[in-house]
Every structure is written in C-alpha cells, then in structure tokens.
C-alpha cells in the first residue's frame, strides 16, 4: 500500500509565497504521475499541476505563471512551489500520484491521494 505524507501549508497573505511537499512511501515499483489538486469549500475538486514520467507538465489556467511543479524520483516526493498566491487560491491541497506497486504475487496499479493540506491566503 503507497502512502503519502503532506506538508507545507499554512496562512499566507496576497502575493506571498508557499511550497507544499508530497513524500511517497511504500511498495512502490513505478511512478506514472505525480500532482496536485484543490478543493474550495462548495467547490468540486480541480487539479491544479501534474507532472508525469516523461517530465511533461500540466497546469491549471487559474495557475500558469505562478506555480511549479517538481520532483525527485529518487526520494518520490512531489513538490508546489506556489508564488504570487491570491485569495482564490484558498483551499485544501490534495497530493495524488499514480503509479506501479509490487504485491506478494506480481504488481499492480495504484493511485493514492495524501490527506489534504490547508492554504488560506488572506487579502
């Protein structure tokens, strides 16, 4: 079973700055993507970045320019660098990766969501 451990939010004001973390642990044999999303509160949940295997990158329009996606395959750990940061962006980030874990007859796929970070940015 694949874990994952958040860190790194908190209370912001507009236009500061914060960096969450993902650390994945567990019967990991392969890592596909790895990403964030946010959920609003009366808001459905969005990603927000993704970083898949080749390196390729997806983001949000809503935070183009002002995130960045990054990780570490030797440590499986997903980082968000989060500049510029507005009220909007309030929310609690869920760290998600999906990816190939050995089991005791062979491997499958699994996908694992971290328990959710809070960021508040205030005005």
């Known amino acids: 079973q694949v874990q994952l451990v958040e860190s790194g939010g908190g209370l912001v004001q507009a236009g500061g700055f914060l960096r969450l973390s993902c650390a994945a642990s567990?019967?990991?044999?392969?890592?596909?993507?790895m990403g964030w999303y946010r959920q609003a509160p009366g808001k459905q949940r969005e990603a927000v970045a993704r970083i898949f295997s080749g390196g390729s990158t997806y983001y949000a329009d809503s935070v183009k320019g002002r995130f960045a996606i990054s990780g570490d395959n030797a440590k499986n750990t997903v980082y968000l660098q989060m500049n510029s940061l507005k009220p909007e962006d309030t929310a609690v980030y869920y760290c998600n990766v999906e990816g190939l874990e050995t089991t005791a007859v062979g491997q499958r796929p699994f996908g694992s969501w971290g328990q959710g970070t809070q960021v508040t940015v205030s005005s």
């Open positions: 567990g019967s990991i044999l392969s890592i596909n993507a």
